[in-house]
């Protein structure tokens, strides 16, 4: 019997609108609002966008900024709704999409450790019993009740890499998240997601790093303007990507 792919992208598209014209305040915009006087431009995220990925893939991500990534991985992940075609998704995902996201800033680590794990569905008892190994691989013994809002962009990027990351999700989502770390816990989150590989986990990365991508995946898509141009193997698609860089 033929594999079925985990995630399977269907034609699609996401339109967002823009307000066309500036307007000073808020109270300026409603009267336009009332007198039909706001008008919007269409502008389109993604168009037309159809792939599959299937199950054990190392799928990454590719594309100059603004040409949608992050918005394809929130509608995979569900945040957005597509506005035209669909997405199947077979199995659980755990997303680290925005960093900080399922995080309050004016809780302390500790805190948000339960906060985000319950935002991920697991329940404080669950928490608790992995409550170690996410500060452990964290490495945040001394700054646990500490407010989030005092640590570096960095040191959220490793406890959301760490919470999201305790169980074996199918597929793990994983947003430039990795990018804002220092190089051991770079190669402390390749290491890990090497492992979450090794057991089955279908990974999606998006990398500022092409010899990141190079090194960990074997599928490449490569997004231009919100339309997929290519995708594929990982090699030929990024060696043709770094050409398109150059240029
Ligand atoms: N919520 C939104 N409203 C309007 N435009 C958006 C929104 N989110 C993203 N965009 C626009 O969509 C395009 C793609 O953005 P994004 O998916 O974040 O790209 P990437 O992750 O590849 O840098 C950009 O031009 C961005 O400005
Ligand atoms: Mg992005």
Redesign the pocket.
Known sequence: MEQQPIISIQNVS?R???AKEKHESLKEYFIALAHGGVRFDE?Y??KDVSFDIMPGDFYGLI????????????IISGVYKPSQGKVTVRGTIAPLIELGAGFDMDLTARENIYLNGAVLGYTPKYIRSKFDEIVDFSELQDFLDVPLKNYSSGMVARLAFAVATITKPDILIA??ILSVGDFLFQQKCEKRMAELMGGGTTVIL?SHSIEQIERMCNKAAW?DH?VLRRNGDAGPITAEYRKFQKT
Do not use: H, Y
């Open positions: 996401m967002f609108n823009l502008f995220a993604l594309g100059l900024n603004g040409s949608g990534k992050s918005t394809l991985l929130k947003d430039e998006v997004l919100g």
